[in-house]
T-cell receptor
Framework: QKEVEQDPGPLSVPEGAIVSLNCTYS??????FMWYRQYSRKGPELLMY????GNKEDGRFTAQVDKSSKYISLFIRDSQPSDSATYLC???????????FGTGTQLKVEL | EAGVAQSPRYKIIEKRQSVAFWCNPI?????LYWYQQILGQGPKLLIQ????????DSQLPKDRFSAERLKGVDSTLKIQPAKLEDSAVYLC????????????FGPGTRLTVL
């Protein structure tokens, strides 16, 4: 079993739709949860991070963590074509331990 | 602020040849990471440096991969000899502190082994 599981997609939605991206993880020691966005032929860029359970909102993006079910979500409201990218969830335990990524979900927002 | 620089951007080699990648992290970032991203997968950490010392190289295939960061700034990753399964994007990232949750990634080097 992989430490972080993520549906690879691809996911195609119309412009303006609400997008839900999800990951599950197996290691209960994970404390920090990140979402990275990766455009084609670019390196990943940090989009949002949360510590432990709860929600965090930043503009059109909301990150949600449920540690009881080991479930991580990213919601994108009013999706735009510029949101078309691969979204990677990632976790680590803190204190210098390595970052563990999911496989990434490819999102396409169509006009 | 300049980002993480990597070169070359693309490289095509035959199997059993050797190849080297270069990374220049963001100025002042003490921690440098090399990741391997195979098509359709998330990045996998190969090696982490804190200044010029190795913090974690547990997933580096040491029979063929080597990396160094001699002066605590630039780093090189070498593969010798390359195998077909080494075809991937090699990403370099840096962070201000070890264990920081904010790692800044370079554009990567796309390696194709024929």
């Amino acid at each position: 079993q992989k430490e972080v599981e993520q549906d690879p997609g691809p996911l195609s939605v119309p412009e303006g739709a609400i997008v839900s991206l999800n990951c599950t993880y197996s290691n209960s020691a994970f404390q920090y949860f990140m979402w990275y966005r990766q455009y084609s032929r670019k390196g990943p860029e940090l989009l949002m991070y949360t510590y432990s359970s709860g929600n965090k909102e930043d503009g059109r993006f909301t990150a949600q963590v449920d540690k009881s079910s080991k479930y991580i979500s990213l919601f994108i409201r009013d999706s735009q074509p510029s949101d078309s990218a691969t979204y990677l969830c990632a976790t680590f335990t803190g204190g210098g331990n390595k970052l563990t990524f999911g496989t990434g979900t490819q999102l396409k927002v169509e006009l | 602020e300049a980002g993480v620089a990597q070169s070359p951007r693309y490289k095509i080699i035959e199997k059993r040849q050797s190849v080297a990648f270069w990374c220049n992290p963001i100025s002042g970032h003490a921690t440098l990471y090399w990741y391997q991203q195979i098509l359709g997968q998330g990045p996998k950490l190969l090696i982490q440096f804190q200044n010029n010392g190795v913090v974690d190289d547990s997933q580096l295939p040491k029979d063929r991969f080597s990396a160094e960061r001699l002066k605590g700034v630039d780093s090189t990753l070498k593969i010798q000899p390359a195998k077909l399964e080494d075809s991937a994007v090699y990403l370099c990232a840096s962070s201000l502190l070890g264990g920081s949750n904010e790692q800044f990634f370079g554009p990567g080097t796309r390696l194709t082994v024929l």
